[in-house]
Nanobody
Framework: QVQLAESGGGSVPAGGSLRLSCVAS????????GGWFRRSPKNPVPVAMI???????LYSDSAMGRFTISQDIDKKTIFLQMNDLKPDDTDMYYC???????????????WGQGTQVTVFS
């Protein structure tokens, strides 16, 4: 049974930074893809994705240049470094995993409980 646990959310002023973490249990390390989404698992809005042990990354337009996704395969953890945060970034952020390595935003079958990010002006 794959379980994902996010941490690192919080409340920061505009221009600040946060680093989200997602630890996986019951998951085979660097296989497949890991992603960060916002809003909700039923209506996810893509933020960033990392596939095939980090060889491929993909970002939404709003995340490009400000956010960086990375992973520690040994610790089964993916990270989202969020810099230059804006009030529009305020949302629930969810970690997700899929076993397939195709770099598309769909077919993520495993989801965490989410972590709240609030950016105030």
């Amino acid at each position: 049974q794959v379980q994902l646990a996010e941490s690192g959310g919080g409340s920061v002023p505009a221009g600040g930074s946060l680093r989200l973490s997602c630890v996986a249990s019951g998951y085979g390390g660097g296989r497949g893809c890991g992603g960060w989404f916002r809003r909700s698992p039923k209506n996810p809005v893509p933020v960033a994705m990392i596939c095939i042990a980090g060889y491929y990354t993909l970002y939404s337009d709003s995340a490009m240049g400000r956010f960086t996704i990375s992973q520690d395969i040994d610790k089964k953890t993916i990270f989202l470094q969020m810099n230059d945060l804006k009030p529009d970034d305020t949302d629930m952020y969810y970690c997700a995993r899929k076993l397939g390595a195709v770099a598309t935003w769909d077919d993520f079958g495993y989801w965490g409980q989410g972590t709240q990010v609030t950016v105030f002006s």
